[in-house]
């Protein structure tokens, strides 16, 4: 059995790469190759631009691929979504589709759209959120650098963003979110029905999950005293509760689990005033619920 993997080529790539080392995966020979090698002898690579993937999923021409919720809607295209993944180019959050236009623009809502040009890739999906506000307005395909074509070749643009910076940078203003889009996990029917590629893409799924909740979480390792024991486990949140094991010094307990990176940098010093001692806090690879 081998699995016909895609994953995504451009903007994506670099995060995916990342995500996948994390998973467990060593990828080789992909600094112009469209078909890099893994380590792993059931699965077979291609780099597809993001676009695309979804259509060659659901002709069959690949078993499984990443590409984006925005892609598969822009595609329509008839694949079983196995899961979402919270993560993108800059960061572990959605991206957006907005609708924007130059700061000085009379637009101020979607229904000012009527009659006007809008440029964008996500051709379909604007198409469908005119069509839901009974706005009519003329929608070119942008093949890039879409950002600088108003107000002169466009009045409007449908683009993609992160954080908005770079909309501002080209002084732009967002008037509506179109879409927001996480990147999916996504398999062709014939391929999800097969038992054992369906075994291989969950067993992906679960490491990639994996590798995204060890984004976000750190694990604490602290001694404490069994008299400050009750005051330093008020302090923790955890996924289930704390391992508590005795260590050799009698009195004193070794307390371990698994946090929100976030909260690390609080609930520290307040560790420390409970009673913790020696406390070391350390990455992890992945995160199996």
């Known amino acids: 059995m081998t699995l016909k993997l895609a994953l995504p080529a451009g903007s994506l790539k670099e995060s995916t790469f990342a995500l996948m080392k994390k998973a467990g995966f060593v990828i080789s020979g992909t600094s112009r190759s469209y078909y890099p090698r893994i380590d792993d002898p059931e699965i077979e690579l291609m780099l597809v631009r993001a676009q695309e993937i979804p259509r060659y999923v659901e002709s069959g021409a690949l078993d499984v691929g990443l590409t984006g919720a925005d892609w598969t809607e822009e595609n329509k295209a008839k694949v079983h979504k196995v899961a979402e993944l919270i993560y993108a180019k800059q960061g572990l959050r959605p991206v957006r589709w907005v609708l924007a236009v130059p700061e000085k623009s009379k637009i101020r809502s979607v229904k000012d759209l009527e009659g006007k040009r809008v440029a964008t890739e996500l051709i379909n999906v604007v198409k469908t959120y005119l069509r839901k506000h009974k706005v009519t307005a003329k929608v070119e395909f942008s093949?890039?650098?879409?950002?600088?074509?108003?107000?002169?070749?466009?009045?409007?643009?449908?683009?993609?963003?992160?954080?908005?910076?770079?909309?501002r940078a080209n002084n732009l203003r967002i008037v509506d979110t179109i879409l927001s889009s996480a990147t999916l996990l996504i398999a062709n029917h014939n391929a999800w029905k097969n038992p054992a590629k369906r075994q291989k893409i969950n067993d992906l799924n679960m490491l990639l999950q994996g590798a995204l909740q060890a984004e976000v979480k750190v694990g604490l390792k602290m001694n404490v005293r069994e008299t400050n024991?009750?005051?330093?486990?008020?302090?923790?949140?955890?996924?289930?509760?704390?391992?508590?094991?005795?260590?050799?010094?009698?009195?004193?307990?070794?307390?371990?689990?698994?946090?929100?990176?976030?909260?690390?940098?609080?609930?520290?010093?307040?560790?420390?005033?409970?009673?913790?001692?020696?406390?070391?806090?350390y990455p992890l690879n992945k995160v199996v619920f």
């Not at 600088?148 to 908005?164: C, F, M, Q, S």
């Open 143 to 167: 093949w890039g650098a879409t950002e600088a074509k108003p107000p002169r070749l466009a009045d409007a643009i449908v683009e993609l963003t992160e954080t908005g910076r770079s909309l």
């Open 229 to 281: 024991l009750k005051k330093v486990l008020a302090l923790l949140p955890a996924l289930k509760q704390p391992t508590v094991a005795p260590l050799t010094d009698k009195g004193w307990l070794d307390v371990e689990t698994i946090v929100d990176e976030k909260v690390v940098r609080d609930i520290i010093p307040k560790l420390k005033s409970a009673g913790a001692q020696g406390i070391i806090e």
